[in-house]
């Protein structure tokens, strides 16, 4: 174990030696984090739609009674996507090359449809083809369902005012004519005036059950439009850009870029100076150098982890956000650093052992790293595939450790897990590197 | 069987194959105490990778490579092995603690002195090609070997230097210890070596006493 500690303790002062490539190595991950961010925010951009108007909606629109303005309601409804009006010609055009995502007609007939109110008018929707169009039709769909409920809002309040009417009478305006209605109230007024018979008090029993029952068409009217209502509830907790999820890859992802290449280039870098000899005639054997490398991984992650984690807690501190900040979890997440570092390190071992030379082993160890942080990045839903490879590899269970280390209410059978599988994945690689570090000699 | 009447260090047999060329045919020689062997030959001749195998610092495709029990082996390969980033203060210290040296920073102070190296915190890359040899050497000095393996040693020092690394080995041999160094330097062998070994294409061609070498065929071509 001597031998292993003298090793790290070489390895260290070297790497404080270097500043620009432990700059490097810092900033490189942290660029590749912020890239994978923006690829996020770009899958909930909102997405440029046409809108082809051959209807000629007017400024204004009223229906059922209600006033409807026309651009303050379209831009209401549709806060997910970007709304263009363009010609037929241009929308298609622009649907074609790509810069709008769909196209969205209101048709000829669209208003006097919605204004008669006999049968549901009816949007056009055409999306190109693509990774995008099933996003875009639910996006459209959403759209349209803003758009209902609107309307649905101002049809049920004139609905209920042909209620208020049918009970208390008025004078109202259908389908261009004007109506006077007696009403339930004035009717039972009338029949009181009429001498006293059989069939006059049936008639007045009538009016009663019908204005009792016309009493509920308020309620069941609004409930009848909306069997299940969705209540938005404002959003609490932490932003997205510090959520459970971001923090975990982005601890992970630093670490495993940086212990990959710092193990791989150390145990290369041995052969380079010509010291491998030196060390391997009995000095300082195979086995022992990989543990060097491996024990150097664990340390520069738990070093490194632990700086990330507390610049994010500093973060959430200071912005004040909600949803648990990670004091209480540093002790575990520093245990957790410590094996996913030492795990990752066992693989870098392995790459370097194999590429022979520091160089080739740190590009090895960058071409290497890259998949197997996308492949973990991949959510298992998406391709499972993609997932079961993932697992094969230290940096997936990383993730999940650094999460349940972090953020889990009970997080010790998971974490149990993850650490169990990073330590025998680092086995693994360990004992393969060992195998391979007999390269160097030759 | 008594110490003495084994060797100190034996190949037996070794030979090393990299790929698909053989660096060195299976050879036996053996090393004894108070013997300075010469291993001479052209470039490419086996003569680094003997030394190496003989060193342990590479494994033998065949054969073995035999130590007696107890004796420590040191091992100045022809390109300097030390850390380039690390000070020849911070090198010796290292090698030295891995020696397991008694006082690693004395070891490593004794050192510096004897081979008149810089005692600062410069990386040992920027040294003179000299300075990082004598280094070199020294690291080799430390855990006092019995036997000291020196690929060709002198290379690059300077007169000073290399009468003080044969007046080491002549220490050495008094001692009861024994120097193999490998060299195309005939001028290297008298006074210095009492035994010479020759090697050719990867094969051991001649191992005999120097005058007997000095009679032979194999001394007036490599002469």
Known sequence: MKRVLLVVRKDLRLLRRSPVLLVTLLAYPLVITLLVGLVAGYANAKPRVALVDQAGLPQTLVLAGASFDVAKTIQRVSKDVTLVRLSRADAERQLRNGKVVAVVTVPPGFLSDLRGMLHSPRLKVQTGRGGVSTRVTQQIQALVYSLNRQLQTAFIRTNLAYVHALKHGATISFLGRDIDILGLDRTAQLLQGFPPSANRDRIIDFIRDARLALAETDSAMRATANPIELVQV????????????????????????????????????????????????????????????????????????????????????????????????????????????????????????????????????????????????????????????????????????????????????????????????????????????????? | MTDAAIPLLAARGAGRRFGDQTALEPTTIEVWEGEVVALLGPNGAGKSTLLALLAGGLEPTWGLVECRPGVRVGWTPQRPAHYGRLSPRENLELFAELEEENDPVAAAGSLLAEFELPDSNRPSAGLSVGNRQRLNLAISMLGKPDVLLLDEPTASLDRPQRRRLWESAGLQRQRGGSVVFATQNHEELDGHADRVAVLVDGALVFDGPLDEYERTESARLLA
Request: aromatic residues 8%; glycine residues 12%; proline residues 3%.
């Open chain 1, 234 to 442: 404002s959003q609490r907790g932490r932003t997205w850009a510090l959520s459970a999820q971001v923090q975990a890859y982005t601890l992970a992802l630093t670490i495993a870029f940086l212990t990959l290449i710092l193990a791989a280039g150390a145990l290369a870098a041995e052969r380079d100076e010509n010291v491998i000899g030196r060390l391997a005639r009995g000095l300082v054997g195979f086995g022992q150098l990989v543990a060097a490398k491996v024990v150097l991984a664990g340390l520069v992650a738990l070093a490194l982890g632990a700086a990330i984690a507390v610049a994010f807690g500093l973060i959430i501190e200071i912005g004040g956000i909600e949803g648990g900040e990670p004091w209480d979890r540093i002790p575990l997440l520093l245990v957790g650093l410590m094996v996913a570092g030492a795990s990752l390190g066992a693989l870098g071992a392995l790459l370097g052992g194999l590429a022979r030379e520091a160089r080739t082993a740190s590009l090895v160890a960058v071409l290497v790293a890259l998949p197997i942080v996308f492949l973990g990045l991949v959510p298992q839903e998406v391709v499972p595939v993609a997932s079961w490879i993932s697992e094969a590899f230290p940096f997936a269970h990383a993730v999940k450790l650094f999460d349940a280390a972090l953020f889990d209410a009970s997080p010790w059978a998971r974490l149990g897990r993850e650490a169990l599988w990073l330590a025998g994945l680092g086995a693994g690689f360990g004992l393969l590197a060992r195998l391979a570090a007999r390269r160097l000699l030759a």
